[in-house]
């Protein structure tokens, strides 16, 4: 257990609408990731941080904003919600495994299953 | 051509069967290398970690084939509880892995009937 918790688990929402979604962990962890998951595609990283303040896109940025003003949350923000964004988002946190970044993999927050009518 | 590739499956096995997975990586210089599991609606989970030639916890084993680029997952004496999707997981030992970048196969599903 990484100590990751998301919110909302579950939105549904109508297209044109903001919805923001919230990651927040609590071992202080540097990093953290925004993935969407859909079937036939896997796990696709949206945005990414490396820091407070410090974010950078992944391959399915469009559409989406982040912003981490605090070490423990991290926001995924869609600007005006549509359809093809519906999808399960998953927040993960990065985790050394040995000692160098070699080892390092991920560990996931419990997922937002989003809806967007 | 994607970093990492995996059979789709579906595998469906009896109870005690053996059920091998194969991912293949096309970044050479790839160091380690994971194993996920993720059972229906929920988030991923690591199960196995492996860098150098292989790893093995109880009835998995995980072994890797740097020449062929590949990893392989071995479950032996299958349960019905080991019924989820198993992702391939790639640190590319790449700028990205600086910054904490994995690669994801899409995942083999595997069902475990009585």
């Known amino acids: 257990d990484a100590g990751i918790t998301q919110s909302p688990r579950h939105k549904v929402t109508e297209t044109g609408t903001p919805v923001t979604l919230r990651c927040h962990q609590t071992?202080?962890?540097?990093?953290m990731y925004w993935y969407r998951q859909d079937p036939g595609h896997g796990l696709r990283l949206i945005h990414y941080?490396?820091?407070?303040?410090?974010?950078d896109k992944g391959e399915v940025s469009d559409g989406y904003s982040v912003s981490r003003s605090k070490t423990e949350d991290f926001l995924l923000t869609l600007e005006s919600a549509t359809s093809s964004q519906t999808s399960v988002y998953f927040c993960?946190?990065?985790?050394?495994?040995?000692?160098?970044?070699?080892?390092?993999?991920?560990?996931f927050g419990p997922g937002t299953r989003l809806t967007v009518l | 051509r994607k970093e990492v590739e995996q059979d789709p499956g579906p595998f469906n096995v009896p109870e005690g069967a053996t059920v091998a997975f194969n991912c293949t990586y096309s970044?050479?210089?790839?160091?380690?290398f994971f194993w996920y599991r993720q059972d229906c609606r929920k988030e991923p989970k690591l199960l196995m970690s492996?860098?150098?030639s292989g790893n093995e916890d109880g009835r998995f084993t995980a072994q890797l084939n740097r020449a062929s680029q590949y990893i392989s997952l071995l479950i032996r004496d299958s349960k019905l509880s080991d019924s989820a999707t198993y992702l391939c997981?790639?640190?590319?030992?790449?700028?990205?892995?600086?910054?904490?970048?994995?690669?994801f196969g899409r995942g083999t599903q595997l069902t475990v009937w009585p």
């Open positions: 993960a946190i990065r985790k050394g495994l040995a000692g160098d970044y070699y080892t390092d993999t991920q560990y």
């Open positions: 071992e202080n962890h540097r990093y």
């Open positions: 941080s490396y820091g407070v303040k410090d974010t």
């Open positions: 970044n050479s210089a790839s160091q380690s």
């Open positions: 492996v860098y150098s």
């Open positions: 997981v790639v640190n590319p030992a790449d700028r990205g892995s600086t910054l904490g970048r994995l690669y």
